[in-house]
């Protein structure tokens, strides 16, 4: 007699409570609106941090929260050519510009404060932990994550005024790190927009600090543009 075997799959069903969507709701999280946040990306086995970078999650039907990984950043390498398929992360729930910037450009710095804490309150209003699952999307050079939250800390009850500045020092900095990746009509256009959201940052705000995270944003975007458009948008040769 010919042995079948069998495999019986278990799709495992993911808990979910009533409350603990709406708790993830009335931090802000929807269906349909990114949700930008920071996230911390911790090797399987103890603390270490593989990658931090700023991130736009969506939530889904159930208690978990999905996200897209492009291809170029540090963690959509790792996860191919290490083939995993689970980490552990945690999700810093901030409206702190600084903190974007430095999750782009001070990772160590970030990283450091990290390692110190699960939810380090100089940097986080809240932040969520449990397992980011990641699979290979039908779209082309997008690794889609899944997060199953296992745990919430919160280190700010209260909420804090909406400002204009922090919104355009966080969409500048979105453009300024899409600029690699955009197509040269884009980026011959990128330097402009990062300026007007450069203005709103000036005319809204007295501070400081988001004025010269501004000017940093805008003279990084500058220079980056000049990068991408001398190494593959302009003709080498004019003439020809
Ligand atoms: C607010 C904000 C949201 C972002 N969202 C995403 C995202 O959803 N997916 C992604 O791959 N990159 C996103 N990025 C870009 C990455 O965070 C950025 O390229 C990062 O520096 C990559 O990290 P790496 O240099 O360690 O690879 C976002 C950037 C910002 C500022």
Redesign the pocket.
């Known amino acids: 007699m010919r042995r079948v075997r069998v495999v019986l799959l278990v799709k495992a069903e993911v808990m979910c409570r009533d409350e603990d969507r709406k708790l993830l709701k009335r931090l802000g999280f929807s269906v349909d609106t990114w949700g930008?946040v920071v996230v911390v990306f911790l090797e399987e086995k103890g603390n270490s941090v593989i990658?931090v970078?700023?991130?736009?999650l969506k939530l889904l039907e159930n208690c978990s929260l999905s996200?897209?990984?492009?291809r170029?950043?540090?963690?959509y390498d790792y996860i191919l050519n290490t083939g995993v398929r689970e980490l552990k992360c945690k999700i810093c729930i901030s409206e702190d510009p600084l903190l974007?910037y430095a999750a782009?450009y001070e990772?160590k710095k970030v990283t450091k404060v990290f390692k110190k804490s699960l939810c380090p309150r100089s940097y986080c209003s809240v932040c969520l932990s449990g397992s980011c699952i990641f699979s290979l999307a039908r779209e082309e050079d997008v690794i889609t994550l899944e997060l199953h939250v296992d745990r919430v800390v919160i280190r700010r009850a209260l909420p804090k005024v909406f400002t204009r500045a922090s919104a355009a020092l966080?969409e500048a900095?979105?453009w300024l790190?899409k600029v690699p990746y955009m197509s040269c009509e884009e980026v011959e256009k990128v330097v402009e927009w990062v300026e007007l959201l450069k203005t709103s940052v000036y005319r809204s705000s007295q501070q400081k600090v988001f004025k010269e995270l501004a000017d940093e944003i805008f003279s990084k975007t500058i220079e980056l543009v000049k990068n991408v458009e001398d190494s593959r948008c302009r003709p080498r040769d004019k003439n020809v």
Do not use: A
Request: hydrophobic share 50%; no cysteine.
């Open positions: 930008e990658s970078m700023p991130l736009g996200g897209r990984l492009f170029g950043s540090r963690i974007f782009v990772k966080i900095l979105v790190t």
